[in-house]
Structure formats: C-alpha cells, structure tokens
C-alpha cells in the first residue's frame, strides 16, 4: 500500500529525517512511535505532501508521491488526521464533513458515505446541525475521522488520536480504528501512548532524533521495560 525509502527530510538548513524507510501493507496497521521531536509528525507531513523530502521516495500503491501536491495525494488515497483535529469551528458537523469529499464529484457516492460515516458516529449524526466548535474533545476527534472518511482512502494516517482523550474514550477510538482496519482500511498510527499502538498494530517502528532506531512487533511493545525506557523514555 505505502512504501517510503531513504526519505530525508530538511526544515530550513536543519536534518529532521535520515534516510527513514518503512511499509505499511495492504489492510494492515502499523503505528510509528518517539517521543516529542523524534519525527513523527515530520513523516506524516511529508506523506500527505505537506514537506517535501529532500532526498528518498514514497510510493503509493506502487505510484510515486513524493513531490506532489496534497490534493493530488488525497485523490490517489491518502487522507491525513491531524493532531489537533482543526475543525471549522463556526461550521456545523455536517458541513464539516462535506469538505471532506471536497475532491469529489460523484454526488450520489457521497451521500451514501455521508450515512455510512453517520452510522459509525451515530454521535455526529444527533448532533449534525451544531456548531464543530461546540463538541467535545472526544466528539471532534471523531468528526476528524470521518471528514477524512469521506475522500475514500486506502489508506489513513492517524497523527496522536488519543492525545487529550479519557481512558473511556481512548478505548472507544482504538474500537473504532479496529472496525475500520477491519473493514480493508490501512493505517499509519503515529502515537506516543504505547497502549494504544500494541493494541492495533501489527509492526511499530520506533522514531528517535529522526532516524528509525528499532522495529519490533505491537505484541512486544507491552511489558519490555528495556525497549520502553532506551526508545521511549519511559
């Protein structure tokens, strides 16, 4: 599905990726962990056409990508869920999740996308006609989700979905990612809770100063207190 070899990536005249590589495979979920400023968000940025690598290639669905555009990355079926969620706060929920079929203009497949993301947050659909500002942190993580939902994605990048969420919401959101994993979506988690990373993913890779220090499976990411305080931090 996603492949990135030897990507480098340079803000001004400072490195922040070094020759980073790794895959994610059709239907699979691998998630990508560090600590702050280990490069995380970098190479999601860098996926979506955000960043451009300096060096290095990504090839999506065996097409390069690296290079062009966002819009033109989120039509070959790629779609990115920021930390932070950005919503349009003074527009309603539905509006909000219509500008995420902005790409699109097959008008009777985004209705049926539209219900098909309502039934899986029935939430948004009760609160359809409210403002997106006027949700709760849990309720705009979702309706990030489902704006991404709606360019039809192969593939989905998940930047940090349980930062600021409640225990009981963290477990809601991983349900939710795993009916979507399920479903055929791939995705690229980008986490710092290990919890969350070892209960969907199948390989994590771990991101320190940039480069890809270790790889190992979800499974092993629970109870390793080596792996967690040399890569990790804690």
């Given at each position: 599905?996603?492949?990135?070899e030897?990507?480098?990536?340079w803000?001004?005249?400072?490195p ?6 790794f ?6 979920v ?19 056409g955000l ?29 990115q869920v920021?930390?932070?969620r ?12 219509a500008?995420?079929a902005?790409?699109r203009h097959?008008?009777a497949?985004?209705?049926r ?5 309502l039934?899986?947050f029935?939430v ?13 942190g849990?309720?705009?993580q ?5 704006r991404?939902l ?7 990048l ?5 930062h ?7 477990e809601?959101?991983v349900a939710i990612?795993r ?10 988690l980008?986490e ?5 990373a ?10 320190r100063?940039g ?16 792996l967690?305080?040399?890569y990790?931090?804690?």
């Open positions: 599905m996603l492949n990135v030897n990507a480098n990536v803000y001004g005249v400072t922040v990726l070094h020759d980073v590589s895959e994610v495979p059709d239907k699979q691998i998630a990508l962990l560090g600590g702050n400023g280990a490069g995380k968000s970098t190479t999601l940025n860098m996926l979506s960043l451009k690598p300096r060096s290095g290639t990504v090839t999506l669905k065996g097409k390069r990508v690296d290079g062009l555009h966002p819009h033109d990355i989120v039509v070959r079926g790629m779609a920021p930390q932070g950005y919503m349009w706060p003074t527009m309603s929920v539905r509006d909000n999740i500008l995420g902005i790409t097959d008008k497949a985004i209705r996308d539209t219900a098909a993301v039934d899986i029935p948004l659909a009760e609160r359809g006609s409210a403002r997106a500002g006027d949700l709760s849990g309720q705009q979702m309706l990030a989700i489902a991404a709606m360019s039809r994605p192969s593939i989905l998940m930047d940090e979905p349980s600021g969420l409640s225990p009981k919401l963290v809601e959101m990612l009916r979507l994993n399920e479903s055929g979506l791939a995705i690229l980008v710092q809770n290990v919890g969350v070892a209960a969907l993913a199948s390989v994590a890779h771990v991101l100063n480069k890809i220090a270790l790889t190992t499976t979800g499974a092993e990411l629970i109870g390793n207190a080596e967690l305080h040399s990790l931090g804690r």
